[in-house]
């Protein structure tokens, strides 16, 4: 117990804009494992996100503050320089990648004493030229303002941070929470209409070029030529959602045979629906959904552009390379004669819990208490 003269350190947690992704899982992660007596905490998000769980973050003791759209850059400083100022934060933490810049210069500006920029991503060749460029750019102002540097692989904080140290924080999810369920198979195949027969693989991701969802489609409607029993579940939401629909609509097996739904905030019951799970991303920084599919005892087949540091399982997880079609297929179709069984090793990883978020967020709290001895005068 701590005295009662004793006040918690406030935190503001930047997640710029929540629109379901693995980035606002982490900090919700942080959220639920915090020690509330040593620490308070705000989520800080854009006021245009489309998924801000309040009752949850509520529930769990933060509060939300809400700041206008970072693409109003002017309007974004001045917002972040009033509630800086007002909270009197000992601690930002900027979960934006190479945008950190912005909330990491209004944190300078206003003396917090604790400024960490924590990164998320890559340079990826499917974000085309134009955004890679300003990536590029806004990397080399990342390590002027903040004093503490996190990134959850080598690789995604050495391109941002270069010559700077930094805290290699491995992403974390509640493994109880992703295990697989029998009881929300039924109910999910049920609700679907999927019958035990079908295979029915999935993808629960952003809608985003850096996803490859037409390839994922593209493979899976092969697939289907090979075997007419596969099923496709698609979850999510952004901004290819009408390319995505113009595909399906515009092939007769995939309007027969794709499902797209809405971001679902309960998705571990739809990870126990499926029977493989399929992740081609370009480029990512860690992976999370690859994680939870294995923890769920699935089949993950993913592209070279998913980290190994997002394998924990060697009979789960699949890295199929390049871009030809039939491999993929192929390869697919020799793995899933040979699954193990579903619920013993779901259980299995489950219990071996080796990317395990209360973990992770008690890494952070550790970062968090170095920083302030270091930094707080």
């Given at each position: 117990?701590k ?19 693995g ?11 915090n ?14 996100s ?9 529930s ?10 970072y693409?109003?850059v ?55 030229i134009?955004?890679n ?42 493994s109880?929470?992703?295990?697989f ?17 079908q ?26 030529l ?10 999510g ?9 113009k ?8 309007s ?30 860690f ?27 060697q ?15 192929k390869s ?46």
């Open positions: 117990m005295p009662k003269e004793y006040k918690p350190v406030k935190v503001g947690i930047v997640v710029g804009k929540m629109v379901g992704g980035v606002e899982s982490v900090v919700l992660n942080l959220l639920k494992f020690d509330s007596e040593t620490y308070t905490i705000d989520i800080i998000v854009d006021s245009d489309t998924n801000v769980p309040l009752e949850l973050i509520r769990l003791g933060g509060h939300v503050k809400y700041i206008p759209p693409q109003n002017i309007k974004y400083q001045k917002a972040l320089n009033r509630l800086f100022k007002e909270e009197n934060y000992q601690i930002v933490h900027a979960n934006i990648s190479v945008l950190n810049v912005f909330p990491m210069f209004v944190a300078y500006m206003c003396h917090v004493p604790v400024r960490i920029a924590h990164n998320h991503n890559l340079i990826s060749p499917s974000d085309g134009k955004k460029i300003i990536k590029k750019f806004l990397s080399f102002f990342n390590t002027i303002f903040p004093n503490v540097y996190v990134s959850p692989t080598q690789k995604s904080g050495s391109w941002v941070f270069r010559h700077k140290k930094f805290k290699v924080v491995k992403n974390g999810i509640d109880k929470r992703f295990e369920s029998n009881k929300n198979r039924k109910q999910i195949r049920d609700d679907l209409k999927i019958c035990d027969s295979i029915l693989m999935g993808c629960f991701c952003r809608f985003v070029n850096t996803k490859r969802i037409p390839f994922a489609l593209t493979v899976f409607e092969k697939l289907v090979y075997n007419p029993n596969f099923r496709f579940l698609l979850v939401d952004g901004p290819m959602k009408t390319e995505i629909y595909q399906i609509s515009g092939s007769p097996i995939l027969t045979a794709a499902i797209v739904l809405d971001s679902k905030s309960d998705i571990e019951k739809y990870y126990s629906a499926l029977d493989c799970y399929i992740f081609p991303s370009s480029m990512e920084a992976g999370m959904t690859a994680v939870e599919a294995q923890t769920n005892g699935l089949l993950t087949f993913v592209s070279s552009g998913i980290p190994i540091e997002a394998k924990i399982s009979k789960l997880f699949k890295v199929i390379l390049g871009d030809n079609v039939d491999y993929w297929c697919i179709l020799k793995s899933i004669k040979n699954a193990p069984d579903r619920s013993a090793i779901s259980n299995s990883v489950s219990k071996n819990d080796i990317l395990s978020s209360k973990k992770m967020a008690k890494k952070v709290e550790q970062i968090y208490k170095s920083a302030l001895v270091e930094f707080h005068s």
